[in-house]
């Protein structure tokens, strides 16, 4: 069985968690392949809104397995806190989460050499959710780092001593107040780890592998989102992983022939947390408008979202790099009211107007063009059926099928998983 994929398509934040929670019921296996505890992923049901971080957002369903994949970074401590959460709604995680031995683990000077490396930019500062992702990342590369199949070692103690001391001396190095009570953090990271142990490791590639052979349906679930791709997002305000589809490759062990359906999340609009550029951002009434209704604000960070028009530029971009088959428009019921929707369709660059994304997009060399939409009065969230859409609505999802050449088969109209319309 091929592999499918869901990934975001923006700057994050797109609503991945929510269709993957709907998604679930179609797959055996539901696996991360990339990110940390920097993801956010928010579902809502039976009244409740329940944030990961770590764990697969499959995890709510009982059936399903949830595998956290190679390509994914593990905070012990934040991932305890996941748990700790599921088990005070009976949830049985131990049956149903698996963990790959190859899989980094974040250690607290990965988050302290984090704060200390975005102090020492100042005013240059990335915009880091200070995880500890990017250092670890970075130990990953320059093999140096501990993985979670290190902790049947009977020497892991050891390792983790000679990285937490190499990291203290680059703390220093970097000559910023960074206050920091080391002895208490690690009696914190000790006992994560513990429970941490409590789960099955497992070599995750053979177990994808006879799960494909075996004729299981698996989903792998990307975290943050495309424009944020270390290689192909808007460098260096970008994550430390690979975001795309080719991500799911390598943080799976999936072989590239083996991929099915590429699902596409992206929002009715767009949105940004952090630095970085964002040619269609909006500084007005109708931006402050997006970010109130739609209540922007980060799963993880708690940051306020910047808010601006949906930019088809990027957009193509992300659907090209991605080989996206479908795509699920999330958050339509936030632009209900807006008399006239915008819609970026092209870039001013350097005194030519151009369609594609170019290698900088900063304000200084980008200046959006835009087509104009009628927008439509309705309330969507009460809406069941494709059917009951306004007329608006469906120019609008007319208009972006026909600029994308994809077709968007399921259209979100509020969190809950029972506000999902499926169109196709």
């Known amino acids: 069985m091929a592999v499918d994929l869901l990934l975001g ?52 369903h009982g059936d399903a397995m949830n595998l956290v994949g190679n390509g994914v970074v593990i905070d012990p401590v934040i991932f305890k806190g996941e748990l700790d959460k599921l088990a005070e709604q009976d949830v049985d995680y131990k049956k149903s989460l698996l963990i790959s031995r190859k899989a980094h683990i974040i250690l607290p000077t990965h988050r302290l050499l984090d704060a200390a490396s975005e102090a020492a930019k100042g005013k240059a500062k990335i915009g880091s959710t200070l995880k500890g992702i990017g250092p670890t990342y970075m130990d990953k590369t320059g093999r140096n780092g501990i993985r979670v199949g290190d902790l049947e070692l009977s020497d892991w103690k050891q390792r983790y001593r000679n990285l937490a001391n190499k990291h ?74 690979n975001t795309t589809a080719a991500g799911a490759c390598t943080g799976l062990g999936v072989a590239p022939n083996k991929i099915g359906d590429v699902f596409g999340i992206f929002k009715a609009y767009t949105t940004r947390v952090g630095s970085g550029p964002f040619p269609t951002e909006l500084f007005d009434e109708d931006g402050e408008t997006m970010g109130r209704v739609g209540h922007e604000f980060g799963a993880t960070t708690g940051r306020k979202r910047r808010c601006g028009w949906l930019d088809l530029v990027a957009l193509k971009y992300a659907c090209q790099v991605n080989g996206v088959t479908q795509l699920n428009m999330m958050k339509a019921d936030v632009l209900s009211g807006f008399k006239t929707l915008k819609v970026c369709t092209a870039y001013k660059y350097k005194g030519e107007t151009i369609a594609h994304l170019p290698y900088n997009i900063e304000a200084e060399n980008v200046e959006p063009v835009y087509t104009e939409i009628k927008g439509w009065e309705e309330d969507l969230t009460t809406m069941t059926d494709a059917s009951q859409f306004p007329q608006g609505l469906n120019d609008y999802i007319d208009f972006l099928e026909k600029e994308l050449e994809i077709p968007i088969t399921i259209v979100s109209v509020g969190p809950d998983r029972k506000q999902t319309i499926f169109r196709k």
């Open 9 to 60: 398509l923006q700057w994050g934040d797109e609503g991945k968690g929510k269709i993957v929670d709907v998604l679930t019921n179609n797959y055996n296996i539901i696996a991360r392949f990339q990110g940390g505890p920097n993801a956010g992923h928010t579902l809502v049901f039976n009244g409740k809104k329940h944030v990961l971080h770590t764990i697969p957002s499959g995890i709510f």
């Open 168 to 241: 203290e001396s680059m703390i220093a190095f970097y000559d910023v107040d960074i206050e920091y009570d080391l002895e208490e953090l690690e009696t914190e990271f000790f006992k994560a780890i513990d429970v941490l142990k409590s789960l099955t490791f497992i070599d995750s590639e053979e177990y994808v592998y006879q799960a494909q052979k075996s004729g299981k349906t698996i989903l792998a679930e990307g975290a943050q989102g495309s424009l944020l791709d270390i290689d192909f997002g808007t460098y260096p305000f970008v994550t430390s992983s």
